[in-house]
Nanobody, 120 residues
Framework: QVQLVESGGGLVQPGGSLRLSCTASGSVFAIDTMGWYRQAPGNQRDLVAVWRFGGSTRYADSVKGRFTISRDINKNTVNLQMNSLKPEDTAVYYC??????????????WGQGTQVTVSS
């Protein structure tokens, strides 16, 4: 059993910063990818940023230069530092991971989502 636990969401003014964190717990053998998606009301769920095994990262064009994703390998944790936040960043942010369990089974997991609201 694997769970993704998210934290760090909240309300912030435009131009402010938030730091999201997601930790994979349970029978985790290795993490292949780990990152964040977001979904605003009426919109589809879109990739925000992802970390891939080997250290490569990918960002949505809308967040490049403002958001930074990083991994804490020993803690099975991914962080998303969000700076210069805009109202358009308001959404529910979901942690996502493609990983291998201790039984070496590949699977995809989602967190429950954490609300980020950018408003003055």
């Amino acid at each position: 059993q694997v769970q993704l636990v998210e934290s760090g969401g909240g309300l912030v003014q435009p131009g402010g910063s938030l730091r999201l964190s997601c930790t994979a717990s349970g029978s985790v053998f290795a993490i292949d990818t780990m990152g964040w998606y977001r979904q605003a009301p009426g919109n589809q769920r879109d990739l925000v940023a992802v970390w891939r095994f080997g250290g490569s990262t990918r960002y949505a064009d809308s967040v490049k230069g403002r958001f930074t994703i990083s991994r804490d390998i020993n803690k099975n944790t991914v962080n998303l530092q969000m700076n210069s936040l805009k109202p358009e960043d308001t959404a529910v942010y979901y942690c996502n991971s493609n990983l291998r369990t201790n039984s070496r089974t590949r699977a995809e997991y989602w967190g429950q989502g954490t609300q980020v609201t950018v408003s003055s």
